[in-house]
């Protein structure tokens, strides 16, 4: 047994082809996640049962189902319906990047809505006091007081889900996306060299996490300046 | 729904395979995690080190590709080994199960390593100094003071890294692992309707975690009897 | 100026699920009065005032400040705030703002005041609380006393009839009480209307019109202080008293 140095030198650049879509996964999934997690963290602490139980139910199923569940479902499952076959959006579900775009940003929302609430249960009762006592309405004290202190809370969170959704866009390879795990099971496929393949597709996997900590760890100390005590 | 007649004895099976999945690679897990913990706490510079690539490399890899890697990576290395001992061999292979038991709990490992050390951080100095100076040995003091306070601290946080054991089972069926996904692929060819077959995969995982998060919560509650409303 | 009492709290009751937190509580405050309430932990003196600005609700009784009476209702709670304004015990300053900017957000938000005309309002009262070269700053880098001053001058930006002080100083390390209580001591030579719970006694002695001891959710004892401290009538009083005035 050989570790072929070559192979690797030959199959990196292949499996970096497919970081464009592994970026575009990212990066509309983690956008479109955040977005449905505001909403749903609106629906939980919104004090109404009818928002805050549907929006439990949700958070309920989708973390406690694998994704690649929940992807294979929306890809393979959804065109057993004809009312999805022929409603507007079976453009983008007929398509495999469609239907994992929708599957990760479902699946991210349920767990980032969890970690923003985690911001906002963090932000202290007495600063929500003085916002009263001075005045301020709900929708303000939301605003001015809790969404900014949240936000710096739940970012160490955040940044994990974000590495988290990474990580989880691998799996598109299972449906059929040329990502760099789908190039790289091609490649393994015709040259059975699963170490050199796969151990350099992780070595790329973890410089990009490293860039992603990287990234959030100046955002935290960004929005942090205000805890620090020297001027 | 009638085509899922005829399917439940086969799912019923698949489930039994997840709940197995989880048990062997539940001790596996604590196992790596505490040896990885240990490691981290230790003096050692060496073992700091390989503790801290085992957790860098393991958390910023995706588990499909762990999987792949254990999967693929230990048959040719079996095989080439074999070979040395007896040529007319040509393929050895690891069962999917335990390849990908190993692997699900070496990755989660890496995370209870992580779960671990600051559990163990987290203990009160005060109750060991106390135990200190009481005289008990560093063993005693292990065992009935760092231990019991330790897991309670570890709790929240490995109940979640028990769920990541049992969504992760999902990914095993990639490599042929006849879990319930396994099944829903079988029973499609036959039925015709992917959305049924997956959703009851989806409702097994799901019921999976409740139990999980259940007894979590019981624990939590009995380690709380003590320890909660103290002051 | 009507000769109504400012506050008016007739036969209030308050409860925590099953726990009374205040009995039968009547009290009246006119304008200009220095109301000091002092009492063992427990007794429901935070409650009763954070009944007033509504962080607390009552369970019976009425409150009514300057003719309005505090209900259920949005608009009713919103023109008491507007009114009443409260110093914490724990500050409770605004971390992610500038000083400057504590000052003057509610200004603009509730009070619809310009920028400019925030701003100035904000560097007066900083002035009046000697501490103007601080507005640039973040609360953590003030210190405790700074920080509750900034408080007391958030609190009065926005111009209320009646101040509430909530333990104001107990918060704080010794050496920064006084710094705090000279600002309080001002503030009532100028006549605002304010309620302090406190037990900082030498302050009662000089600037309160009236002391009020509660003790387990009721008002025991209400006198001028002279007769507070040099005579107290009530057994429970006098039992407090020679507690917290032994040293």
């Given at each position: 047994m050989s570790f072929d140095l070559s192979l690797i030198?030959?199959s990196?650049?292949?499996?970096?082809?497919?970081?464009?879509?592994?970026?575009?996964?990212?990066?509309?999934?983690?956008?479109?996640?955040?977005?449905?997690?505001?909403?749903?963290?609106?629906?939980?602490?919104?004090?109404?049962?009818?928002?805050?139980?549907?929006?439990?139910?949700?958070?309920?199923?989708?973390?406690?189902?694998?994704?690649?569940?929940?992807?294979?479902?929306?890809?393979?499952?959804?065109?057993?319906?004809?009312?999805?076959?022929?409603?507007?959006?079976?453009?983008?579900?007929?398509?495999?990047?469609?239907?994992?775009?929708?599957?990760?940003?479902?699946?991210?929302?349920?767990?980032?809505?969890?970690?923003?609430?985690?911001?906002?249960?963090?932000?202290?009762?007495?600063?929500?006091?003085?916002?009263?006592?001075?005045?301020?309405?709900?929708?303000?004290?939301?605003?001015?007081?809790?969404?900014?202190?949240?936000?710096?809370?739940?970012?160490?969170?955040?940044?994990?889900?974000?590495?988290?959704?990474?990580?989880?866009?691998?799996?598109?390879?299972?449906?059929?996306?040329?990502?760099?795990?789908?190039?790289?099971?091609?490649i393994v496929a015709d040259t059975y060299a699963p170490y050199e393949i796969y151990m350099?597709?992780?070595?790329?996997?973890?410089?990009?996490?490293?860039?992603?900590?990287?990234?959030?760890?100046?955002?935290?100390?960004?929005?942090?300046?205000?805890?620090?005590?020297?001027? | 729904?009638?085509?899922?007649?005829?399917?439940?004895?086969?799912?019923?099976?698949?489930?039994?395979?997840?709940?197995?999945?989880?048990?062997?690679?539940?001790?596996?897990?604590?196992?790596?995690?505490?040896?990885?913990?240990?490691?981290?706490?230790?003096?050692?510079?060496?073992?700091?080190?390989?503790?801290?690539?085992?957790?860098?490399?393991?958390?910023?890899?995706?588990?499909?590709?762990?999987i792949l890697l254990f999967y693929f990576g230990s048959a040719i290395t079996l095989t080439a080994i074999a070979q040395i001992i007896d040529p007319e061999i040509k393929f050895v292979d690891v069962p999917p199960f335990w390849a990908g038991?190993i692997a699900?709990?070496?990755?989660?490992?890496?995370?209870?390593?992580?779960?671990?050390?600051?559990?163990?951080?987290?203990?009160?100095?005060?109750?060991?100094?106390?135990?200190?100076?009481?005289?008990?040995?560093?063993?005693?003091?292990?065992?009935?003071?760092?231990?019991?306070?330790?897991?309670?601290?570890?709790?929240?946080?490995?109940?979640?890294?028990?769920?990541?054991?049992?969504?992760?089972?999902?990914?095993?069926?990639?490599i042929g692992?006849?879990?319930?996904?396994?099944?829903?692929?079988?029973?499609?060819?036959?039925?015709?309707?992917?959305?049924?077959?997956?959703?009851?995969?989806?409702?097994?995982?799901?019921?999976?975690?409740?139990?999980?998060?259940?007894?979590?919560?019981?624990?939590?509650?009995?380690?709380?009897?003590?320890?909660?409303?103290?002051? | 100026?009507?000769?109504?009492?400012?506050?008016?709290?007739?036969?209030?009751?308050?409860?925590?699920?099953?726990?009374?937190?205040?009995?039968?509580?009547?009290?009246?405050?006119?304008?200009?009065?220095?109301?000091?309430?002092?009492?063992?932990?427990?007794?429901?003196?935070?409650?009763?005032?954070?009944?007033?600005?509504?962080?607390?609700?009552?369970?019976?009784?009425?409150?009514?400040?300057?003719?309005?009476?505090?209900?259920?209702?949005?608009?009713?709670?919103?023109?008491?705030?507007?009114?009443?304004?409260?110093?914490?015990?724990?500050?409770?300053?605004?971390?992610?703002?500038?000083?400057?900017?504590?000052?003057?957000?509610?200004?603009?938000?509730?009070?619809?005041?310009?920028?400019?005309?925030?701003?100035?309002?904000?560097?007066?009262?900083?002035?009046?609380?000697?501490?103007?070269?601080?507005?640039?700053?973040?609360?953590?880098?003030?210190?405790?006393?700074?920080?509750?001053?900034?408080?007391?001058?958030?609190?009065?930006?926005?111009?209320?009839?009646?101040?509430?002080?909530?333990?104001?100083?107990?918060?704080?390390?010794?050496?920064?009480?006084?710094?705090?209580?000279?600002?309080?001591?001002?503030?009532?030579?100028?006549?605002?209307?304010?309620?302090?719970?406190?037990?900082?006694?030498?302050?009662?002695?000089?600037?309160?019109?009236?002391?009020?001891?509660?003790?387990?959710?009721?008002?025991?004892?209400?006198?001028?202080?002279?007769?507070?401290?040099?005579?107290?009538?009530?057994?429970?009083?006098?039992?407090?008293?020679?507690?917290?005035?032994?040293?």
């Amino acid at each position: 047994m050989s570790f072929d140095l070559s192979l690797i030198v030959e199959s990196v650049p292949m499996m970096l082809a497919g970081i464009g879509i592994t970026l575009k996964l990212l990066v509309v999934s983690g956008l479109l996640g955040l977005m449905l997690a505001i909403c749903l963290l609106l629906m939980r602490i919104s004090g109404k049962w009818y928002l805050n139980i549907p929006a439990q139910i949700y958070i309920y199923i989708f973390r406690g189902t694998p994704i690649l569940v929940q992807i294979f479902i929306i890809y393979y499952g959804l065109p057993q319906f004809d009312a999805i076959r022929e409603s507007i959006f079976w453009p983008i579900l007929r398509e495999p990047t469609g239907c994992a775009i929708l599957a990760l940003t479902l699946n991210t929302g349920a767990y980032v809505s969890e970690i923003l609430r985690g911001g906002v249960l963090g932000v202290g009762k007495g600063l929500m006091e003085a916002g009263s006592a001075l005045g301020l309405s709900s929708r303000q004290k939301f605003i001015y007081i809790t969404a900014p202190i949240a936000t710096r809370l739940a970012l160490p969170a955040y940044s994990n889900d974000v590495i988290s959704l990474l990580k989880s866009t691998a799996l598109a390879s299972t449906i059929t996306i040329a990502d760099m795990t789908g190039i790289a099971r091609t490649i393994v496929a015709d040259t059975y060299a699963p170490y050199e393949i796969y151990m350099s597709l992780a070595v790329i996997y973890m410089i990009f996490t490293f860039g992603i900590q990287k990234l959030f760890g100046a955002i935290e100390r960004y929005l942090g300046r205000y805890t620090k005590r020297e001027g | 729904m009638d085509a899922l007649i005829g399917w439940w004895d086969d799912y019923f099976w698949g489930a039994v395979i997840v709940g197995k999945v989880f048990l062997c690679s539940l001790s596996l897990m604590i196992t790596f995690g505490l040896l990885g913990a240990m490691a981290k706490l230790s003096n050692s510079r060496i073992a700091q080190n390989l503790a801290g690539i085992y957790t860098v490399v393991f958390r910023g890899t995706p588990p499909i590709l762990i999987i792949l890697l254990f999967y693929f990576g230990s048959a040719i290395t079996l095989t080439a080994i074999a070979q040395i001992i007896d040529p007319e061999i040509k393929f050895v292979d690891v069962p999917p199960f335990w390849a990908g038991t190993i692997a699900i709990a070496v990755l989660v490992g890496s995370y209870a390593t992580e779960t671990f050390r600051g559990a163990f951080l987290g203990v009160n100095p005060g109750s060991i100094e106390a135990a200190r100076a009481l005289g008990m040995s560093n063993l005693q003091t292990f065992i009935y003071v760092r231990i019991p306070e330790m897991w309670r601290l570890a709790l929240p946080p490995f109940g979640n890294h028990m769920l990541s054991l049992i969504k992760d089972t999902a990914l095993i069926s990639i490599i042929g692992l006849n879990e319930t996904m396994f099944v829903a692929k079988q029973a499609i060819t036959v039925t015709g309707q992917p959305f049924t077959m997956y959703i009851v995969v989806g409702a097994i995982y799901l019921g999976f975690s409740t139990v999980v998060t259940v007894v979590v919560m019981g624990v939590e509650k009995f380690g709380e009897r003590t320890t909660v409303g103290a002051l | 100026m009507s000769n109504e009492p400012l506050i008016q709290i007739r036969d209030m009751n308050k409860f925590f699920g099953n726990f009374q937190a205040l009995k039968n509580i009547n009290l009246e405050v006119n304008r200009g009065e220095r109301i000091v309430v002092c009492g063992p932990s427990g007794s429901g003196k935070s409650t009763m005032i954070r009944c007033i600005n509504r962080l607390e609700e009552h369970n019976d009784g009425h409150i009514i400040i300057d003719g309005k009476e505090l209900t259920d209702q949005i608009k009713d709670i919103n023109a008491v705030r507007r009114e009443v304004g409260m110093v914490f015990q724990s500050f409770n300053l605004f971390p992610h703002m500038k000083i400057i900017k504590n000052l003057t957000m509610a200004q603009q938000l509730v009070r619809n005041i310009s920028k400019t005309e925030a701003r100035k309002t904000a560097m007066e009262y900083l002035e009046k609380v000697k501490i103007p070269e601080q507005a640039d700053k973040y609360p953590i880098q003030l210190s405790g006393g700074q920080q509750q001053r900034v408080a007391i001058a958030r609190a009065l930006c926005m111009k209320p009839e009646i101040m509430l002080f909530d333990e104001p100083t107990s918060a704080l390390d010794p050496e920064m009480i006084n710094e705090v209580l000279e600002v309080m001591v001002e503030l009532a030579n100028e006549g605002m209307t304010m309620i302090c719970v406190t037990h900082e006694m030498g302050f009662a002695r000089s600037i309160a019109d009236r002391v009020i001891f509660m003790d387990a959710g009721e008002i025991v004892e209400e006198a001028v202080p002279t007769e507070f401290f040099d005579n107290p009538k009530n057994e429970r009083t006098k039992e407090f008293l020679s507690q917290i005035l032994t040293h």
